[in-house]
């Protein structure tokens, strides 16, 4: 190699590039719903951490049109009302617990459950005689059993790491012939696992895009100083803590909705080391959001087998008739409504020993007058 050669190798500067690693979406925040049988605990686990229903309770709270389809649903459901004819031991026909719950209070949260996770629980309460004396709706959330669907575990707890036994209550099947005590009643649609999956199961990831959607959007707003100017600091490159320090003061200073169109001020020992602030074009991605959202929102519709109809949600480029929504409903009640409901009476049918609930169907106009008091 000659001396020149030598000297430009020489003066080539060394580049110093710090990349940040960004993990997968899916793999680091989406709960897959798998079932840990064994280590040590007489229950199987449901999802990560034993965390899986309440991912999906907070999947529900912060995606609206899946809370949207849930809450409609179990309106539809619960429909106009709900007759229990069976009197509970030393109670009235109205009240089926002694907190005052009704039947429709009961078939409610049972719906609910069965649309959000795929199932539901009741706790029974037999009196001495052997008799049903309350029902009350057990959250899924803090229900476990084992692999045989014979020992319920119920803990407010199971999310913690670690589960201590005096948080955790047992309790037997529920039997037809069964005795005094509490017993639970469990409903699971999945036959092939020991807890139930919801409907939406697979339209988990379109649930997750619309969250994301809004985030980004939010963070738009929040953040209106990223993403649209470049500081580029020409006096070396410092340790990372000062490097954190000093993009969290621009950060504070400079980004959020109330500092759009502030001037940056710089101050600099010369003009070699000088600040310099370039502008970066952000491209437009208001298009394509519209057309995630429309997508993922599409998704969750027919996950649920759903018209948007049925939940006040026009046709995109039609109007909303009576006409259009009867058409949808019918549908929608056929395959999605009436098994729900069946399921729920069946319960009921398999505590009393008979046919004892009814639901009466759901209208627009409930033939009374509505006002409440």
């Not at 034993?50 to 309106?75: E, H, K, M, Q």
């Not at 339209?203 to 993403?227: I, P, Q, W």
């Not at 020993?353 to 639901?359: S, Y």
Request: with cysteine; aromatic share 12%.
């Amino acid at each position: 190699m000659s001396n020149m050669e030598d000297n430009e190798v020489k003066k080539k500067p060394n580049v110093a590039i710090s990349m940040a690693a960004i993990g997968r979406y899916i793999e680091d925040n989406i709960v897959e719903p798998v079932e840990v049988k064994g280590n040590g605990r007489r229950f199987v686990s449901w999802g990560l951490n034993n965390g899986y229903p309440d991912y999906l309770l907070n999947l529900r709270n912060s995606v609206p049109t899946l809370g949207s389809v849930i809450a409609g649903c179990v309106d539809y459901a619960v429909g106009n009302g709900v007759t229990l004819d069976v009197r509970l031991s030393d109670d009235s026909f109205e009240s089926v617990n002694r907190y005052g719950e009704t039947a429709e209070d009961i078939v409610t949260k049972l719906a609910d459950d069965l649309f959000m996770f795929g199932g539901f629980a009741l706790q029974i309460i037999r009196n001495n005689a052997g008799e049903v004396a309350e029902l009350y709706h057990l959250d899924l959330r803090h229900l476990r059993t084992n692999e045989e669907k014979s020992v319920f575990f119920y803990s407010e707890d199971f999310g913690q790491r670690y589960l201590r036994p005096s948080k955790m209550v047992i309790y037997p099947k529920f039997m037809r012939d069964g005795e005094a005590g509490t017993s639970v009643l469990y409903f699971c649609r999945d036959f092939r696992q020991v807890y139930p999956s919801p409907c939406y199961r697979s339209a988990v990831k379109a649930c997750e895009m619309e969250r994301c959607t809004d985030d980004y959007h939010l963070n738009s707003v929040l953040n209106g100083f990223a993403g649209s100017i470049m500081v580029n600091f020409n006096n070396g490159v410092p340790e990372d803590e000062i490097k954190a320090e000093i993009e969290e003061m621009f950060t504070e200073k400079f980004s959020g909705p109330q500092n759009a169109g502030r001037i940056v001020f710089c101050w600099n020992d010369d003009k070699e080391s000088a600040t310099t602030i370039d502008s970066v074009d952000v491209p437009d991605f208001g298009d394509k959001y519209q057309a995630l959202e429309k997508h993922s929102r599409q998704e969750i519709f027919t996950a649920f087998r759903a018209n948007p109809n049925l939940f006040g949600i026009p046709t995109e480029g039609n109007g909303f008739s009576s006409e259009e929504y009867k058409s949808a409903f019918d549908l929608f009640n056929r395959t999605m409504i009436r098994p729900a409901q069946k399921d729920i009476v069946r319960a009921f049918a398999c505590i009393f020993g008979r046919d004892c609930l009814r639901i009466e169907p759901f209208t627009l106009s409930e033939g009374h007058d509505t006002t409440v008091e």
